[in-house]
């Protein structure tokens, strides 16, 4: 098995991280993994917010359900990536949206999440994908402009331990040849 298919099958969500900063480097090297990310026509309407601010991280913390497992993350994390996405730039052609599904920037911001994800597990880093919070508190506590929108945050950071994977569904059970 080759190293990104290791990645693939060895990233976890991580809830709990190390008292440890995260290097500049390593966190250029995520970048560069969102810079090469796929999508729609090269419109690349991914932006990131980069927040080590406690403070901060406590006010994006506090857009949370008080249910949610990754609340202590986000203020455990030395980091907090903030992924934002343009609207009406992906899946737009001359300012019209083509597809069935509307703007199209969910589905670039997943593929460049994942490759956040999978980046920071290359490097000894942990993240966890936080989408269950308030979209508009969290757009207003980073200053985000009209026309963008907070998509997921990402606590990022040195785990604390080890986890094992999860049960995963057989390959047989969702592939489907030719029709459903």
Not at 36 to 41: M, Q, R
């Amino acid at each position: 098995m080759g190293e990104l298919m290791d990645a693939i099958k060895g990233r976890r969500s991580i809830r709990r991280y190390q008292d440890s900063d995260v290097p500049g480097e390593a966190l250029n090297r995520i970048f560069e993994a969102v810079q090469w990310a796929p999508s729609w026509a090269n419109t690349q309407c991914w932006e990131i917010i980069v927040v080590k601010d406690q403070v901060q991280k406590e006010r994006l913390q506090g857009t949370l359900t008080k249910t949610n497992p990754a609340s202590k993350a986000m203020v455990q994390a030395p980091v907090v990536l903030v992924v934002c996405g343009k609207l009406k730039s992906s899946g737009y052609y001359k300012g019209e949206v083509t597809t069935k599904h509307g703007d199209w920037f969910m589905f670039d911001l997943g593929i460049a999440t994942q490759n956040i994800c999978l980046a920071a597990y290359d490097q000894g880093l942990g993240t966890v994908i936080v989408g269950l919070f308030d979209h508009d508190k969290a757009k207003e506590i980073v200053g985000l402009p009209d026309g963008y929108e907070v998509v997921a945050m990402v606590p990022l950071g040195y785990p604390a331990k080890e986890s094992s994977p999860p049960k995963r569904r057989e390959i047989s059970e969702f592939t489907h040849y030719e029709r459903f």
